[in-house]
Structure formats: structure tokens, C-alpha cells
């Protein structure tokens, strides 16, 4: 099984938040996961204008990383999201990241995959991160195996007190992949999600036929 995590700390190599989600990773990894680390900021990854484009074909007018990040996160079996607290929400770069998520939400392109989020913050807003993300990732039609957050303040060291804590999750993020889990909340969430998004499916079908046919194929679509 392969984990995937993709954090949004500008500090990239110097991150805490990179740090603790790489202490999931190493978890994963004691499991038995092949594990990769993706920093946002090393990629371009244009901002959302709303144009509707990706509607037509799938096909964002922007040429940037975007479509081969998606692509690996499909090709997972897991995702992790991970980000620092800025001004009580996700960073800048992972905004960006997730507003360029919504074709994949809108064709649930990654349904059937678990994950779970980390975040780091100074001293609050961490788990609500944490829950944003783990929200972010229910509309993706992934189900969460719950997350992790730490309130530093200003002491860098202070997530290495969460290590055994993190590993822990990649532990159970793995587990879930081999052994399957299940949230009937979360499950609840993403069918309602997948209800309102089975209207973009049906009335785009002349020009996106595969994803119509996939989606009637899997009984999302009567």
C-alpha cells in the first residue's frame, strides 16, 4: 500500500508541521506502507478562477503540477493532509491546493481511499484544522481515521513529545486500508455530498461519458 502526505507549510524542510506528518509517515511505514512526502510549495499550482473549464473535460486551463499531484493522489491508497494554523485556518498554499481540488470532489475521484490530517499551530486553532481538513477530505469521499494537532508554543521540540502519538496514526491509517473502517457520520456526510454533486455528473454527460458511465457503473447514479 503506498500513503501519500502533501503539506502546505512554506517553511517546507524547516516545517514542525512537516515534521509530525512525517512521524505518521514513519508509522505507515512500520506497517508496511511505501510512503512519499509532497511540500506544496515546491510545486506551481495556479489559483482557482472559477472559470468552470475542468467541467468540460475534466482539463483545467491552467498547465501547472496540479493534474500530476491528483493523479498521485490517485494512484494512493492513502492521503494525508498537513498544514500549520495561520490565522485560524489552512496556509495560503494549501487553500490554494484545496480550491483546485474540486473537479476530484465533483467526480468524487478518490472515493474508497482513507486518510487523516495533522496540523501545528503556536498556541490554538490546531485541531479545527485538523477537522477542516479531515472535512476537505470527506468531500474527496475519503473517510478519515482522525487526526492529530500540536500547540508548540514557541518551543520547536514540542512535537517530538507527539511522535509516539503520530506514529500511531499512520499505524491506524494503514490498518484501515488493510482491514477497512467505518464512520457511519462520515459515510452519512459523503453520501449527501455525493447526491448534490450527481447533478454536475448527469448534466455534463455528453461531454465527460466516462466519469458519467464510472458513476453508473458504481450505482451512484440510477
Avoid at 496540479?66 to 495561520?86: N, T
Avoid at 465533483?106 to 472515493?111: K, N
Avoid at 491506524?172 to 456526510?189: H, N, T, V, Y
Wanted: proline share 3%; hydrophobic share 40%; with cysteine.
Amino acid at each position: 500500500m503506498k500513503i501519500l502526505a502533501i503539506h502546505g507549510s512554506p517553511r517546507t524542510l524547516r516545517s514542525i508541521t512537516r515534521q509530525l506528518a512525517q512521524f505518521v509517515l514513519e508509522g505507515a511505514a512500520e506497517a508496511g506502507a511505501e510512503t512519499e512526502m509532497i511540500d506544496l510549495c515546491d510545486l506551481k499550482i495556479t489559483p482557482c478562477t472559477a472559470c468552470e473549464g475542468c467541467s468540460f473535460n475534466g482539463i483545467c486551463v491552467f498547465e501547472d503540477d496540479m493534474p500530476a499531484l491528483v493523479e498521485r493522489m490517485k494512484e494512493a491508497d492513502g492521503v494525508v493532509f498537513a498544514s500549520p494554523v495561520y490565522i485560524d485556518n489552512v496556509s495560503g498554499q494549501m487553500k490554494i491546493f484545496f480550491d483546485r481540488l474540486a473537479d476530484a470532489i465533483h467526480y468524487q475521484l478518490l472515493a474508497g481511499k482513507f486518510g487523516c490530517s495533522v496540523a501545528s499551530t503556536h498556541t490554538s486553532g490546531g485541531d479545527a484544522v485538523v477537522a477542516y481538513q479531515n472535512h476537505v477530505l470527506n468531500y474527496l469521499a475519503v473517510v478519515s481515521v482522525g487526526g492529530i494537532s500540536v500547540a508548540t508554543g514557541g518551543d520547536s521540540y514540542a512535537v517530538d513529545a507527539r511522535e509516539a502519538d503520530a506514529r500511531a496514526l499512520g499505524k491506524r491509517l494503514c490498518a484501515a486500508i488493510a482491514d477497512g473502517f467505518s464512520d457511519p457520520k462520515q459515510e452519512a456526510e459523503i453520501a449527501d455530498n455525493r447526491e448534490f454533486f450527481r447533478d454536475i455528473v448527469v448534466e455534463n454527460k455528453d461531454m465527460r461519458t466516462e466519469e458519467y458511465e464510472r458513476w453508473a457503473q458504481l450505482g451512484w447514479i440510477p
